[in-house]
Structure formats: C-alpha cells, structure tokens
C-alpha cells in the first residue's frame, strides 16, 4: 500500500478568497474533503489583490525566481477561511496585485497579459513541486485545473524527477489560447511547440498541456466526459480525448453542505428542512419584498443565477418569456456577464417589473436567498460540464429546472409519471436546447405545483438527495493513488 500522498492542488480561485463560478466552490470543497484523507494538502493559488485582502494572516515562507518577472516571486503561507486547508499564496505583484477580477479588468475585458501571468504562476507551481523553491516539502501529486494550470503538467513532464499530475477538465470552453508570439515571449521550452504539445492550429493553448501531458484526466461529470468525446462538446479537442479515453474519468462534483444547507445557513431569514417544509415559505416572503415582488405567496417564484454567458441558455429563457409570462409566475435573476444578455434581462424587468426582477452583479447573499426563496430554479443550459446550483437547489427544495446535459443529465431525475409515482422524481428535465421545449418543461413543472401534495413530495425528494463531497472525493484519492504508484514505478527520464 503506498503511503497517503501529499498533495499541491493548483487552482486560480478558490471560494472565500475570490470566486468567478463554480470553480472557486470546488477548489474549496473539494481539497476540505480530501483534507483527512491524504498526508498534508496544500493549496496553491496566485496572490491576487481581492485574495489577500481575504486571507487573514499571511506569512512569507520562500522567494523564488522564474522567468518572467523582474522581481522574484515570494510564496506566502495562509489558512483557507473556513476549511483551515493552507493555502500558498503566489505574490507577483505586477501581475496580480490590481483591481478587477482574476481573468479580466473591471469592465469584463480580458487581462492582455494572461498568458504571461499564469506562465508565471504555473513556473512557480513547478519550482514548488520539483523542491526548488526552498521549501522542505513536496506533493506526491499535483492537481491542476483548467487552463489556467494547464502548463504544469507540461513543463513538469520535462523534469527528469517529477511528482504524478492530474488534471481537472472543468469548462472545455475556456482554453487559453493565445497568438503564437506568446510562445517565443514567454520563452517556452521548444520542445512544447507541436501539434502533439501546445501548438493548437498555429496558436498557443495552455489547455492542451493539461490533456496532453497530465499522468490522468478528469472532468467534472460522467456525462461531460463522455460529451467532450464527440465534435458537438469537442472544440476540435474531441479527438485528443478520445484518445486520453483510458485515461479520463468523470467525477461528479459535490456540494458543501457546511455552506449550502438551510437548516443551518446563516445568509438566510428562515431556516428549515425536509420535515419543516412549510417554513420556507418565509424565505419566498422576504425575498419578494427584497425585490420589490409583489409578495403573492402562491406565484410560483422562478430562480436564476449564473454568469450571463452563452453557455448558460439564457437566450432560450429570453426567447420563451413572451408566452412563460402569460402565467401569473415571477422570476428573480441574479447574475453577470455578457453585456447584451444583461441589457436584454434588464428590459425584461423594466417592462415586467411584477414578474421580474433582475439583479445584474455578484452577490453570494443574494445567492443563497433566491436558494432559499425560490420555489423553482432554472438552468437552461446549451452544456453544463456539472453545475453546482442544481445541487444546491436541490438541498434547499427549490425544484430545479435543467437541460439534460453534462452535469444536469447526472443529477436531476425528470418527474414523469413514473418517476413520480416510483418516489424517485427530483426536478424537471428537457432535452432540446429550444425556446419550446423549455417552455413545455416549465408549463409541465407550474401543473405539478398547483398539485401541492407530489410538488412537495418531489421537494423532500431532492433534498433528501446526497451529493456531498464524502463519495466522490474518493474517487479522486484512487486516481492518485494510481498516478502516484505509476509514477513510483516510472525510472528517471
Ligand atoms: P459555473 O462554474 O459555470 O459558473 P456552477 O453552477 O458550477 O457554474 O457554479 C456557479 C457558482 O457561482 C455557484 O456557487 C453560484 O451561486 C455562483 N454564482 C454565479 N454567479 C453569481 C452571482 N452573480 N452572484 C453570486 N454567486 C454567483
Ligand atoms: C465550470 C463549469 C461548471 C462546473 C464548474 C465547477 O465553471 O461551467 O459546470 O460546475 O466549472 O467544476
């Protein structure tokens, strides 16, 4: 039996200390649930301004120097608020000390030097995990996500002596491509520039060095990992996948249930549970009050929250509103993004301000509330890699309404009449991504909830659902087990 590995896991947001999405929820999750379970875990993210005004104490334990920067790079030592997990902190202050988000400026643009400013953090991930940094510590494994991390198993893969990569797949959508210019500025090591490296049709994609060079794949949901296999989920990647299929696992996320609970979550007015049904209720109250709803308690309340992205549907919702809102129904929608889709959701409100209520911005107080208020919750989504807020809805009663795709498809069960009578029926479930199938969906789900007996029925039954971290994070632990006994048996390159 190997021993427990230790474990860098490599990640660019991780909820309390900055958060675009999904991510973030499962960087921190995920590495609390692993915590008991491996040797030592350490979580590395880079030192972004919004970061270290949330991380409490802070102590410099190692000053390095990569390519890149004029200054050397310091690793600082923190705890994860809540979780106790540590935390590394990468300070380069040219390139993450500033206002805005972790991927783009404060007016939603891309930073024009990502490229440069997650080489640099990946280059320091790299010195930590190959004992160069000046640190007395080494993971077994490193557990990198998305593209952001994606040239760590690639410049890894170079190093005679290295530890055992993974690599999480949590979005194909974002891959981080850039001009080929990039690859000579950035100064990559040569080898890295062929179609079997990072070169991606004469550009740069830090993508494919996670996919390419990490000892195991993994995605966010068995379904997704099947999805990215063929051209429709592929962006032109669908064949490397394939290819990795041996090597590529879907595992489905958990939810935190420590922060997404409503016995005991404390950003909400009432709390209740699956034998206290009825005290939800008040959360719908003050929700619509909150709003400025008109507080009819028996208008079914529809939630939405996301980034306003395509990937999200947002268009189908749109597109189906007109005859949706013949229904005496109110919708409350918190979200950000794209600026046509807020403009458009933003007109909604204003010419139907007793149904709709629009909140464009990031809020996570709004976000539980709407959790709690809600007695539907929507997610239209053209491809959900998981999905967190369906499980979140769940756990809250909140019946959610989702597309039958990457996660969705592999956590909500449809409430058909078999499904209903058998006690199993979770949510409601359409296939096509179509303003009319939504609409029919919705239509199916506003008939079951003037049924309060099966709605509350199909209530209890999701909540009563277990999607917490306990299984899964398993999942994961075997992986690297098997990536760390392989790479035991691996002789020095
Ligand atoms: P994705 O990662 O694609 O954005 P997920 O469903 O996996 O989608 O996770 C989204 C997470 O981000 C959830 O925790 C959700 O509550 C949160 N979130 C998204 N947009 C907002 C917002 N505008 N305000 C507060 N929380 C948000
Ligand atoms: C991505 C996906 C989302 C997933 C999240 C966490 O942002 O869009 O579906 O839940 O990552 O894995």
Redesign the pocket.
Known sequence: MPKLPNLLFAVSEAHPLIKT???AD?AYSLTAALKPHVHEVRLVLPAYRAALAQAGHLEPIATLHVAGPDAPVRILEGDIPGSGVKVWLVDAPFYFDRDGGPYSDTHGADWPDNAARFAVFARAIVEIACGRAGISWRPDVVHCNDWQTGLVPALLALEPVRPATVFTL??LAYQGLFDVDVFQALALPAALWAPEALEFHGRVSFLKGGLIFADRLTT?SPTYAKEIQTPAFGYGLEGLLAHRARHLTGIL?GADYGVWDPAHDPLIAQHYGPHTLHLKAVNKDVLQRQLGLPQISDAPLLGLIGRLVE?KGIDLLLAALPALLKHPLQIALLGSGEKHIEQALLNAAVRHPRQIAVHIGYSEELAHRIEAGADMFLMPSRF?????NQLYSLRYGTVPIVRRT??LADSVTDTNAAHLKAGTATGFVFDDATPAALLHTLERALALFRQPAHWRKVMACGMQQDFSWHRNARAYLELYREAQAERAATPAA
């Open positions: 999405g999904g991510l499962v949590h979005n966010v996320n990937q959900e890699p998981c999905g967190l990457g996660g």
